[in-house]
């Protein structure tokens, strides 16, 4: 009786990509949002495949509208300017020697200028993300030999201010509860800095120097070299020094800007 011959082995099927890359599947822009928080390194891996940053923001322009809003109807423009002006020894002591007419009409000058700034501070943010993506693209590009897109790392740079809508988000909260206008700063309105507990008769220079070691701020600087990481083949240390050496510079901007008008 014949025997039927064994069918042959059949070919080993490759495992789907989807099996595969279960971890890398594309990310919502809201998923987006929530790991920068939470897991940032699956947001700006995902930022190699698309580099969209309108979601975040958007936030953080609504978040900036919100405050601005709650603070001209909650402490005034014309406060926040007295306020400033007082945080500037050598500015408050020339408008206080002038006549009463001209200081007047500079006053309301400021806080013409103050308000519309304050009313347009995302697009200036716009500006200045643009420009730290060019710094920092230029030092990863030249300077480490980085493989990255201008275009990538400006989203990054996006997504990595979301923490900064935090600050904003808690002065609207002491604000609605009812804090004193007296001495509120506009530019350092909670007090997740030193520079905070700094007021008019402290030093500028020393206020200066730690206003900028700001619990969010200091956030959004890691956020940035681990996203760096993410997106191009920099090491984690070289990012670092990058990120906090350009940060660096701009602090010693601010003392010495602070030494000079002070």
């Given at each position: 009786?014949?025997?039927?011959?064994?069918?042959?082995?059949?070919?080993?099927?490759?495992?789907?990509?989807?099996?595969?890359?279960?971890?890398?599947?594309?990310?919502?822009?809201?998923?987006?949002?929530?790991?920068?928080?939470?897991?940032?390194?699956?947001?700006?891996?995902?930022?190699?495949?698309?580099?969209?940053?309108?979601?975040?923001?958007?936030?953080?322009?609504?978040?900036?509208?919100?405050?601005?809003?709650?603070?001209?109807?909650?402490?005034?423009?014309?406060?926040?300017?007295?306020?400033?002006?007082?945080?500037?020894?050598?500015?408050?002591?020339?408008?206080?020697?002038?006549?009463?007419?001209?200081?007047?009409?500079?006053?309301?000058?400021?806080?013409?200028?103050?308000?519309?700034?304050?009313y347009?501070?995302?697009?200036?943010?716009?500006?200045?993300?643009a420009?730290?993506?060019?710094?920092?693209?230029?030092?990863?590009?030249?300077?480490?030999?980085?493989?990255?897109?201008?275009?990538?790392?400006?989203a990054?740079?996006?997504?990595?201010?979301?923490?900064l809508?935090?600050?904003?988000?808690?002065?609207?909260?002491?604000?609605?509860?009812?804090?004193?206008?007296?001495?509120?700063?506009?530019?350092?309105?909670?007090?997740?800095?030193?520079?905070?507990?700094?007021?008019?008769?402290?030093?500028?220079?020393?206020r200066?120097?730690?206003?900028?070691?700001?619990?969010?701020?200091?956030?959004?600087?890691?956020?940035?070299?681990?996203?760096?990481?993410?997106?191009?083949?920099?090491?984690?240390?070289?990012?670092l020094a990058?990120?906090?050496?350009?940060?660096?510079?701009?602090v010693?901007?601010?003392?010495?800007?602070?030494?000079?008008?002070?």
């Open positions: 009786m014949a025997t039927n011959p064994s069918a042959p082995p059949q070919p080993r099927q490759p495992t789907q990509p989807s099996q595969q890359l279960h971890e890398s599947a594309p990310l919502s822009e809201g998923q987006r949002v929530i790991d920068t928080f939470f897991a940032p390194g699956k947001t700006f891996t995902d930022l190699r495949r698309s580099a969209s940053w309108w979601a975040p923001f958007l936030i953080i322009a609504i978040v900036s509208l919100l405050f601005v809003y709650v603070v001209d109807q909650k402490v005034g423009f014309r406060k926040v300017v007295d306020n400033l002006i007082q945080l500037q020894p050598k500015q408050a002591d020339r408008i206080d020697r002038m006549p009463a007419d001209q200081r007047e009409k500079v006053m309301q000058q400021q806080v013409t200028v103050t308000k519309f700034i304050s347009v501070v995302p697009v200036i943010a716009l500006l200045i993300y420009v730290f993506a060019a710094l920092l693209y230029a030092t990863l590009k030249f300077g480490a030999s980085a493989e990255l897109k201008y275009k990538t790392l400006f990054l740079i996006v997504y990595a201010r979301l923490p809508v935090l600050g904003p988000l808690l002065a609207i909260l002491s604000l609605l509860a009812g804090v004193s206008r007296d001495g509120f700063d506009l530019r350092n309105p909670v007090a997740t800095n030193l520079g905070y507990f700094i007021g008019p008769d402290g030093s500028p220079v020393l200066a120097l730690l206003t900028p070691l700001d619990v969010f701020s200091l956030w959004t600087l890691i956020l940035t070299a681990i996203g760096i990481t993410c997106i191009s083949k920099v090491k984690r240390g070289t990012a990058v990120v906090f050496g350009w940060f660096a510079v701009y010693l901007g601010g003392v010495v800007l602070a030494a000079a008008t002070s």
